[in-house]
């Protein structure tokens, strides 16, 4: 009888053993196909771009040059591209990180006059791409007279659709009887959004937050109408400019490709689990 049990623990265990190597394998194979841009991105900064063509593009360094991010950061003017962009980037995550909130709270546990209207009417602007709206933006832009300043590249992404979305879906999972328990111990609408509502949906706000921080980041169209002076491009259009302006120097504009993400990266890697989880959760009740 023992050697009839172990026999089929044995094959069980055998076979878990497979599966489980059969899915490393799996994983490795599309973990390389994710990182192989990234090493062709490294490997294309730093080789020396003649040598390298004439060296037939092979998988590996060729004549490297290795003060080519410091040659990209000063011919590109990187270092103003970047702080602008920064500047844009945190005024655009914080205006829409509050909006978002205070709308979504207001969708999710006030009631009011057309207010499932109201929602369908927002969430319906989520599937307005930016050129609909381009031309009458920068027409009111140049209106106001904002070009070439910080409000004329941040005003029209101050709220977000899918901000008041993503965080309506958190808080509608958060259970009413919380909701009524706060109310008896005298819990006023901010009291409770900040004190209960928000630390309960973190995990959302912060995927929101990250996302939010991806886009105003990596924004090319708007800027390219809202500016028309050097002295206001922001990272992404600073890029393209190198890209045109060092022809004979492709690697140049390949290193200042990787100076321009490594804010993302960082983010990516530290935010990465809670991100998940926000998305997660925010799927579980519509």
Same mark, same amino acid.
Request: aromatic share 10%.
């Given at each position: ?28 194979? !599309?973990?390389? $196909?994710?990182?192989? &841009?990234?090493?062709? %991105?490294?490997?294309? #900064?730093?080789?020396?771009? *003649?040598?390298? @063509? ?89 209106? !106001?007279?904002? $070009?070439?300043?910080? &409000?004329?590249?941040? %005003?029209?992404?101050? #709220?977000?659709?899918?901000? *008041?979305?993503? @965080? ?119």
């Amino acid at each position: 009888m023992a050697s009839e049990t172990t026999a089929p623990r044995t094959g069980l265990s055998a076979r878990r053993v497979v599966t489980a190597a059969c899915w490393y394998v799996v994983l490795t194979a !599309l973990s390389v $196909l994710v990182l192989f &841009p990234v090493y062709m %991105l490294l490997l294309r #900064a730093v080789s020396n771009p *003649i040598a390298y @063509i004439n060296a037939g593009q092979p998988l590996r360094l060729v004549q490297p040059e290795w003060d080519v991010f410091q040659r990209a950061f000063s011919q590109g003017n990187l270092g103003r591209a970047m702080g602008l962009s920064a500047v844009v980037t945190v005024i655009i995550v914080t205006a829409q990180l509050l909006t978002a909130v205070l709308a979504a709270y207001a969708f999710a546990f006030l009631e009011f006059p057309l207010k499932k209207l109201m929602f369908v009417l927002v969430v319906g602007t989520l599937l307005l791409p930016i050129e609909v709206t381009l031309i009458a933006n920068v027409e009111t832009i140049r209106g !106001l007279r904002l $070009l070439n300043s910080v &409000p004329g590249l941040t %005003l029209p992404f101050l #709220a977000t659709a899918f901000g *008041i979305f993503l @965080i309506r879906q958190g808080f509608l999972g958060i259970p009413s009887e919380l909701r009524d328990a706060s109310t008896l111990d005298g819990y006023g609408h901010l009291r409770f959004l900040f004190k209960v509502a928000m630390p309960m949906t973190k995990p959302i706000i912060g995927s929101f937050v990250v996302i939010s921080f991806l886009g105003a980041w990596n924004q090319y169209v708007w800027p390219r109408f809202a500016t028309d002076r050097n002295a206001w491009q922001t990272v992404q259009i600073a890029l393209r400019t190198i890209g045109s302006e060092n022809v004979d120097q492709l690697n140049v504009g390949f290193a200042a490709a990787v100076l321009a993400a490594l804010p993302l990266l960082v983010l990516l890697i530290f935010f990465q689990r809670q991100m998940i989880r926000g998305l997660t959760a925010g799927a579980v009740k519509g």
